[in-house]
């Protein structure tokens, strides 16, 4: 599925993953291809990215990389998925 991560100050991310774990405002949600269409408010807390994604240079720094996940520590959020393609506010 394609994945925009988007801040104030830039676009974090843009590519394709396997799967995003995101801290929901009533608890944990996981998306995965073929989702169905959703709006969510989101949390404090840690998003999972799971595939094998490249980062530019200019976002590395925030984000940490564990193997074949990546994880972004967000303050609150906004997530809206629609065939397959995820966008995801943050601050």
Do not use: C, W
């Amino acid at each position: 599925m394609k994945l925009e991560i988007i801040s104030p100050r830039a676009l974090l991310f843009k590519g394709e993953v396997d799967s995003i774990t995101l801290p929901g405002a009533s608890g944990s949600l996981q998306i995965l291809n073929n989702h169905a269409p959703i709006v969510s408010n989101l949390v404090a807390g840690r998003v999972k990215i799971r595939g094998e994604i490249n980062l530019d240079d200019t976002n590395r720094s925030s984000f940490t990389t564990d193997g074949n996940e990546t994880y972004l520590e967000i303050k609150s959020g906004t997530l809206e998925l629609f065939k397959n393609k995820v966008i995801l506010l943050t601050d």
